[in-house]
């Protein structure tokens, strides 16, 4: 019967695969540290995310007029567009006119 006793039976089983019951300082304060950096990570992205009710606009009051604005600058390029399309008719239905009534010229070179 095994010695339940002995301190070596953890770390010094005599077989090629054995499992220590302790855990290294190092491993402690790693996991620690990397608990604390994602913590401190997670709570700084809420802060830049979490809109204070103190200020004037949100970002969802910044991002509707936004999408307003575009809205209306799109409206403006888009009848801006009809202007410019009704005054290229024109000045074609002008040239073509001009074409119509225009005399014939005969040039001849020297």
């Known amino acids: 019967m095994p010695d ?3 301190p070596r039976r953890d770390d010094e089983s005599g077989g090629p695969f054995h499992l220590r019951r ?3 300082v190092a491993l402690a304060l790693t ?3 990397q608990l604390i950096a994602g913590t401190w990570y997670a709570s700084a992205a809420n802060a830049r995310l979490t809109v204070t009710e103190s200020k004037a606009t949100s970002n969802e009051t910044r ?3 936004l999408e307003k604005s575009q809205n209306d ?3 403006k390029i888009a009848n801006s567009l009809t202007d410019i399309s ?3 008719a024109k000045i074609e239905t002008h ?3 001009l074409d119509r009534t225009a005399t ?4 001849i070179a020297k």
């Open 104 to 107: 014939p010229t005969t040039i």
């Open 95 to 97: 040239l073509a006119d």
């Open 86 to 88: 009704v005054r290229l």
């Open 73 to 75: 600058i799109q409206m």
């Open 4 to 6: 339940t006793n002995d």
């Open 63 to 65: 991002i509707t007029a």
């Open 22 to 24: 302790g855990i290294d």
């Open 31 to 33: 996991l620690a540290g």
